[in-house]
Structure formats: C-alpha cells, structure tokens
C-alpha cells in the first residue's frame, strides 16, 4: 500500500498538482506509517483510524459539524466492537491515531502552504 501511495506522489508531482491535494495523499501516508508502527505493539483499528480522520478533514474548520464529527466516530466505533472486530481500547486507539493525523496534517498545511 505504502509504495502505491508513493507513486501516487510521484503521479501527482509530474500532473503538477496543488499542493493541497499532494499534502493530503502525504498525509494518508503518514497516518499508514503510523499505524504500521503501533501495530508491531499493539492493533489499532485502521478503520478507526481513516474514518476518524477523513471525518474531521470533511468537517474542516466548522465547529458547528463537531456534533456530527462526534455521532459518526460513536457509530463507527459502536460497529466495530459489536463485530466483534476490535476492543473498545483498540478502537480509541485507531481514533487518537486519526485525530493526530488530523492536527499532523493542519501543522504541515500552516507550515507549506
């Protein structure tokens, strides 16, 4: 997965894209290396872990979407431990994950752009 999104970069260097949309697929990496990471420890949920942060990049900056932010993480969460797929503690790991890659994104966003 990691060297598809690479060349996906790569992809995106040379179509010249913006800098917004070469951020955001460097951010997905980041938040894949991190959770490949962890998991040599401890399993996090991926799922957690994308869906909370695709949600609160969706969301943005709007305060008044946080309820919402918040229903959507509780249901997701709820649909995981009810699987069975995943403990409640594996879980809030997968949304701390998400929500670190959130601010990780919005620093190098300040940062670049």
Not at 32 to 50: C, E
Request: proline content about 1%; charged content about 10%.
């Amino acid at each position: 997965t990691a060297g598809l999104i690479l060349c996906g970069l790569l992809v995106l260097r040379l179509m010249d894209a913006g800098t917004r949309m070469y951020l955001e697929v460097l951010s997905i990496l980041l938040g894949l290396a991190v959770v490949a990471v962890v998991n040599i420890w401890w399993k996090v949920s991926v799922h957690l872990a994308v869906g909370t942060y695709v949600i609160l990049q969706v969301a943005g900056q709007l305060n008044e979407l946080m309820p919402l932010v918040v229903f959507f993480i509780a249901v997701l969460s709820w649909a995981r431990i009810r699987s069975f797929q995943h403990t409640a503690t594996q879980v809030c790991g997968g949304v701390a994950v998400g929500i670190a890659i959130h601010y990780a994104h919005e620093w190098m966003a300040a940062v670049l752009l």
